[in-house]
């Protein structure tokens, strides 16, 4: 705990951890939105979120090697991925859909087994990033460094959460996404393509990811097996901030950045992955006891 | 005749929409007392305030005189006042000797009482209660297996293997085909005779619940509006009104 | 021939074949051992997961946490080999079923996806934080002791020690599910909130099971930990996307909510998970991806659960005697 110390001594400390931990928080965001949309949608909890973004985080980096700026490959990576994750629903979700949701999360739990691997045997396991050549910024003498890339990163999330918005509420598929969201059988009724409409969800999801994972490639670092994390990042996102609003979605996100900030400084950093799991459990364990005291449950 | 159950202006709310609002009634033990009502005025929110389904915003629900507002329904279930549900409720993959089985009464068990074996007493009570509700022949299928009407039958077969003092039955003859209705009614009426079981129904169907019922309790848009046996309740305007003026 | 008659010649002939096999077999000792391994686990695993409908995919903790306890004691007790292994095995079932018992009283209110959510959450913690705890050797692990006999001593006694945990599971499960305890948990399967309205002491039989679960999960972490001689805390201790996992596919491929089910399954995926690995080097994991997948959407019943659709009046689901139609037999 000599770090707690450091922090008192340093409160500017508390300025650096909070700013990184909000900017990264924004990506969490992304792929929280996702998850959401897919579960508010289909009924499908997905625990390859983690893998879409790990799959969108390499798009950008072999782009990056093919001589694309990362900022160009956050498009192009939700473009793909959009595809992906269509072809998935495709291939794979369709029969999870309105079925026993623990299939659904088991189905998925082996997708993302099946793409951590397949990446772990074609790209291999090295750590990669895919550098942008972005400044770094100096506040306050130098005790808060901000690199321009995070803040680009955090500009680039927030324009991918507007254009969703814009596309869910403008757009006819967009439309359709809400109405079956709402009732999916009415939907059904007044002409709504459901399977379409799946389709699309769940490519978008993937979407939201891939471009998640192109400013993680280029703000940090991937590796085949950096999915689990972000999987579980959403589900508390999507725990704490319910499935609708996005704004509360953005809040939690950054809110959930800066606590992991914190706890990886406070705790050292070999506990911050556990940390992001533990904290899981106890938000979940909160929103029980809080519901238990009037006798609901999570459910 | 001393009342088994007493509601006392009781009140719920559920964010602005008050369900229940300062209701006061009594069951006395040994009878059957009906609680009729249209659709929505609160009935159903009612029976789940007694057995501790949620917390009441204010009032009190004594049983057998001991405040039982503030416990949650399996305590309150093991003191004998049990509810069947109107949605029909059973255990779809075990067998009905199983579900019966699993309905004994659970007052007095210790920790270690879990790993025993049903006495064979029970099994034989089980296979009783069955021929009395007419499942004996079907004991051994799935009780997920079962017709709707034939899965009523068996959930009033679990409550009174509980041997419950007071059973609150949710719309009992709803759904059932309305030749067995009869034969169910009869059997309502051996249970609280023989078993000595008090019976508190809530019915939509007007002809069971004024033959079945010695008193009758009207709740309309959340409160109690009439009270009183079934002729009187029969013959009450506002009774009349409520149903016409809400359908 | 009578079911039960049938179980028990079952039982017999495979434990005669199972107490002989180090002489018939003795190469494989060790896949046979961990074939022992996987039937603990699915049966633990569909304890909860198919006879009480909370799946789980964090029991690999109790397994880790029995792994690192015992050897924790044989480290430090400063006993002769097997005091100190029967010691920490002792342990390291206590401490699994303590676990049990206070994660139970929390997690087990939690319903459907999000145990399996929180489970999986458990799981992954422990693994992080056992990877970072320099006490039980952080990232690098740790060396149980080196077994004192002869050669090859070590594989026979631990084939045996397993072989008994594998017998002790089943035929406590098999006890306690012909009873009340079975009764009930089925019951809150089925329908917890009817299980609480009918007075069943819910809590108390959820977590119950998840101590007995817990118990035998914790005695062979034990036991693995010394047959393996060495403790990684993410590969082998909490190793979530390979045991985690596994349990509940084995279960599910053999017939969720089944006795034998469980049994048959970890057999079935035992061996085709040893023939992917001698054969499909370096492309075995994703050729269990795969599996898992195929066996989730294609066969999500199970052998046992699809034996029981097709023919359920040989599971006893028959209508008695008074020969009337059976319009509820599926």
């Known amino acids: 705990m000599s770090n707690l110390q450091l922090l008192f001594d340093a409160p500017i400390l508390c300025v650096q951890l909070l700013v990184d931990g909000i900017l990264i928080g924004a990506i969490f965001a992304l792929a929280a939105y996702g998850m959401a949309l897919v579960w508010g949608v289909m009924n499908v909890v997905t625990i390859c979120q983690g893998e879409f973004v790990m799959l969108g985080g390499y798009t950008a980096y072999f782009l990056y090697k093919a001589g694309v700026h990362p900022l160009f490959g956050v498009p192009i990576a939700a473009a793909l991925l959009f595809a992906f994750g269509w072809a998935l629903y495709r291939a794979v979700i369709f029969r999870v859909v309105d079925g026993d949701l623990f299939i659904s999360i088991l189905a998925t739990f082996g997708l993302s087994i099946l793409l951590q691997q397949l990446a772990n045997q074609l790209f291999g396991a090295d750590v990669r990033t895919a550098e942008s050549g972005f400044r770094t910024l100096f506040f306050f003498d130098g005790m808060v460094t901000v690199s321009v890339v995070k803040i680009v990163a955090f500009v680039a999330a927030l324009v991918v959460g507007v254009a969703l918005l814009v596309f869910l509420k403008r757009s006819r598929m967009g439309q359709a996404i809400r109405a079956t969201a709402q009732n999916a059988r009415a939907a059904r009724i007044m002409g709504v393509d459901t399977t379409r409409v799946y389709a699309a969800t769940f490519g978008l999801n993937a979407a939201l990811c891939g471009a998640a994972g192109a400013l993680v490639a280029m703000t940090w670092l991937i590796h085949p097996y950096l999915g689990l994390p972000y999987t579980v990042r959403s589900f508390m996102i999507v725990i704490l901030a319910g499935l609708g609003n996005v704004a509360v979605v953005l809040a939690a996100g950054m809110g959930l950045g800066a606590a992991e900030n914190f706890a990886g400084f406070l705790l050292g950093a070999e506990y911050q992955a556990a940390f992001v799991f533990a904290l899981l459990v106890a938000i979940l364990l909160w929103r029980r006891f809080w519901l238990g005291r009037t006798r609901r449950y999570l459910k | ?247 | 021939m009578r079911p039960r008659t049938a179980s028990r010649w079952l039982l017999g002939g495979l434990l005669t074949l199972a107490l002989a096999a180090p002489w018939l077999v003795p190469a494989y000792r060790t896949q046979i051992s961990f074939l022992w391994v996987m039937i603990i686990f699915a049966l633990t695993w569909d304890t909860l997961g198919g006879q009480m409908g909370y799946n789980s995919f964090g029991n690999v903790v109790f397994f880790g946490v029995g792994m690192y306890a015992c050897a924790v004691v044989q480290r430090d007790a400063g006993l002769e080999y097997f005091p100190a292994l029967f010691l920490g095995m002792a342990v390291a079932a206590a401490l699994a079923v303590a676990l049990a018992a206070v994660l139970g009283s929390g997690l087990l209110g939690l319903r459907g996806q999000y145990f399996a959510i929180a489970t999986l959450g458990l799981g992954f913690a422990a693994g992080e934080f056992a990877s970072g705890w320099d006490f039980i050797g952080a990232g690098s692990g740790m060396v149980t002791p080196l077994y004192p006999g002869e050669v090859g001593g070590r594989e026979s006694f631990f084939y045996y020690l397993l072989l008994a945990l594998t017998v002790t599971t089943f035929l406590v499960l098999r006890r306690l599910y012909s009873g009340r305890f079975g009764l009930a948990i089925n019951a809150i399967r089925d329908d917890e909130d009817k299980a609480e309205a009918m007075g069943l002491h819910t809590t108390r039989y959820k977590t119950t099971a998840w101590c007995v679960s817990a118990t035998f999960l914790g005695l062979t972490g034990a036991a693995v930990g010394n047959l393996i001689g060495f403790i990684d805390p993410r590969d082998v201790a909490f190793a979530g996307p390979t045991f985690g996992v596994w349990m509940v596919l084995m279960a599910i491929l053999g017939g969720k909510g089944t006795l034998w089910g469980p049994v048959l399954g970890a057999a079935v995926f035992h061996v085709t998970q040893e023939l992917f690995w001698t054969y499909l080097l370096g492309w075995q994991r994703v050729a269990l991806g795969l599996l898992i997948l195929a066996i989730v959407l294609f066969f999500p019943v199970g052998i046992l659960g699809w034996a029981r659709e097709r023919w359920p009046e040989r599971f006893g689901h028959t209508v008695d005697e008074r020969p009337e139609p059976a319009e509820g037999g599926s």
């Open chain 2, 1 to 247: 005749m001393t009342a088994i159950l007493e509601v006392e202006r009781v009140r719920k709310t559920f964010g602005g929409v008050v369900a229940n609002d300062d209701i006061t009634l009594a069951v006395p033990a040994g009878k059957i007392v009906g609680l009729i009502g249209p659709n929505g005025s609160g009935k159903t929110t009612l029976f789940h305030s007694i057995v501790g389904y949620h917390l009441i915003d204010a009032g009190s629900v004594r049983f057998d005189g001991r405040e039982i507002s503030g416990l949650r329904v399996p305590r309150i279930a093991r003191r004998g006042l049990l509810r069947t549900f109107q949605q029909t409720r059973i255990y779809g993959k075990m067998t009905c000797l199983e579900n019966m089985l699993i309905s004994a009464p659970q007052r007095e068990r210790s920790w270690l009482s879990i790993l025993r074996r049903p006495p064979a007493a029970d099994e034989a009570k089980a296979e009783d209660l069955l021929e009395f509700v007419g499942l004996y022949a079907k004991r051994r299928l799935r009780a997920g297996d079962l017709s709707f009407g034939q899965q009523k039958l068996l959930e009033f077969g679990m409550a009174l293997m509980n041997e419950p003092r007071m059973l609150l039955l949710d719309e009992p003859t709803a759904g059932i085909n309305p030749t067995l209705i009869k034969a169910l009614m009869h059997r309502l009426r051996r249970v609280n005779e023989e078993l000595a079981i008090t019976l508190f129904v809530i019915e939509h169907n007007m002809s069971v619940i004024m033959n079945l019922a010695e008193y009758i309790y009207c709740l309309a848009h959340g409160e109690l509006l009439a009270e009183g046996r079934p002729e009187e309740i029969r013959a009450d305007q506002r009774v009349i009104d409520a149903y016409l003026g809400a359908h």
